[in-house]
């Protein structure tokens, strides 16, 4: 008998591991999922995201492990969980010759579900191209209809694996304002991405993930906070005394090339500096405030750098 859960969980994975041979690819990670939250599954490519993807939505089994979705156990329950979740893949496909509307119906007909398509259209922003052929469409308007596609069934969950790959700032930020809508409605939104800016822009909570492993998870400034650089206030063609002035504060200060590096902590407001430098006449050009990132945070934890143009 199938089994429902009252939970503010929409997803729940415990010691989930996927081998192939001798490779691991998800190497026993358990994390959670709220309901009506972005969650962001953050790594490069081979890191396991879109394995995990695909074992949540039933395409892949796992090895060893478990997880629920919607309180569905993902071995016994994926008939139930299928009617209740939308996907959009990497790279989304489909007949070429159908039109935008077309295509949407005929997703919708394999749901048996009878959603408002023209509806779906406007909310994708695709009202003037519903009559284009799919093979017509450029590769942002190509992955719009593919949210639109992952929406006939008006899931609670939808899971959404590297939606802007390969797309043009344009138009990733037009993909960002739809998974952003989707939110506001308070669908669940699973995404996978290499993108640490994308990341930042859109997630509730970030997972990164690495070599198969969680290495951290929490809320996208808790994260920074913890594992982060401190804020680092930049002095352009500034001079050199400024080190000796900003160490009388308890900041480190490096000089390189008339720049003059300061890192902050908590304990100095930022207010403080210019006010020392002020009073000890300091010149400078120009101020920059270079805040901590996920970046940093990516960085600290793996040692490597993710690549902006990777894909997953």
């Known amino acids: 008998m199938v089994k429902t859960l009252s939970s503010d969980l929409a997803i729940s994975v415990e010691n989930l591991t996927k081998r192939y041979g001798d490779l691991t690819a998800v190497n026993g990670i358990s994390f959670n999922v709220k309901r009506g939250e972005i969650f962001a599954f953050l790594g490069p490519n081979g890191a396991g995201k879109t394995t995990t993807v695909e074992i949540l939505v039933g395409l892949r089994k796992p090895t060893s492990g478990g997880a629920t979705v919607l309180g569905f ?86 899971f959404l694996d590297e939606p802007t790959s390969g797309l043009d700032p344009k138009a990733r930020h037009g993909v960002w304002r739809l998974i952003e809508d989707l939110h506001a409605k308070g669908k669940t939104v699973f995404l996978t991405t290499h993108y640490m800016e994308e990341a930042e822009a859109l997630a509730d909570r970030v997972g990164i993930i690495h070599n198969g492993k969680i290495v951290a998870l929490d809320e996208k400034d808790r994260l920074i ?87 997953a």
């Open 73 to 158: 156990d993902i071995a016994k329950d994926l008939k139930e969980i299928k009617k209740r979740i939308g996907v959009l893949p990497q790279s989304f496909n489909t007949y070429d010759r159908l039109t935008v509307k077309e295509n949407i119906e005929y997703f919708a007909g394999m749901f048996d579900s009878r959603p408002d398509v023209d509806g779906l259209i406007k909310l994708v922003d695709l009202e003037d191209k519903k009559k284009e052929q799919f093979r017509n469409l450029s590769g942002g308007l190509k992955q719009r209809l593919g949210i639109a596609v992952a929406l006939v069934n008006d899931p609670e969950v939808v």
């Open 225 to 311: 906070a913890a594992h982060g650089k401190k804020n680092m206030l930049v002095l352009r063609k500034a001079d050199q005394k400024a080190v000796s002035v900003i160490g009388k504060l308890g900041l480190k200060a490096n000089y390189d090339e008339g720049d003059v590096t300061i890192n902050l902590n908590d304990g100095v407001a930022v207010s403080d500096v210019m006010q020392a430098l002020s009073a000890a006449r300091v010149s400078y050009s120009e101020l920059q405030l270079k805040r901590s990132s996920l970046e940093d945070v990516f960085l600290n934890l793996t040692g490597e750098e993710l690549g902006k143009e990777e894909t």
